[in-house]
């Protein structure tokens, strides 16, 4: 399975900024995923990130609030945007490794005030 | 369209019993199921998967995982818990299509009594 690292593991950031996470995997995926974990609840997925293309994002996301840069096969960036204290949540990314199984980081535990 | 039910939002049981985690699903193909666990203040880590091969899957730490597909369920099991297995467990599912279409449970929290 890939190794996967985020950064940064956690934050305490004031409504209104920006914090862009970081998604490192130690080898050569074609697929990246962004979720978020909302206190208490289940994940849900923000977008999908595949190398040279927009992402897509599923239904209640959007790219100006959660622009996602993809810039090569190993490295990905979720920005939470203009934050509110309801994007405090842990974020995390996965990716698709062997046996159509998705690899899950550490996770980014956002807290906003 | 694919869905995950988890039965029970908390379980607890004492060290040394029986663990059973219950998750049904939902979906027009033939699935592939997934249950993963996570430590506090961790990611998700993957226990085991069923992808349409043998329907009694087993995976790490003596966890295992029945398919049934009679009763749409993928009930996860363990004979004998450990004060270590207190976690959220999650199930998932997709629909075969490649792990990019992964629906999530809700969760069920396990907390082990000693």
Known sequence: ?113 | AQSVTQLGSHVSVSEGALVLLRCNYSSSVPPYLFWYVQYPNQGLQLLLKYTSAATLVKGINGFEAEFKKSETSFHLTKPSAHMSDAAEYFCAVSDQTGANNLFFGTGTRLTVIP
């Open chain 1, 1 to 113: 399975s890939a190794v996967i690292s985020q950064k940064p593991s956690r934050d305490i950031c004031q409504r209104g900024t920006s914090l862009t996470i970081q998604c490192q995997v130690d080898s050569q995926v074609t697929m990246m995923f962004w979720y978020r974990q909302q206190p208490g609840q289940s994940l849900t997925l923000i977008a999908t990130a595949n190398q040279g293309s927009e992402a897509t994002y599923e239904s209640g996301f959007v790219i100006d609030k959660f622009p996602i840069s993809r810039p090569n096969l190993t490295f990905s960036t979720l920005t939470v945007s203009n934050m509110s204290p309801e994007d405090s949540s842990i974020y995390l990314c996965s990716v698709e490794g062997l046996g159509e199984t998705q690899y899950f980081g550490p996770g980014t535990r956002l807290l906003v005030l």
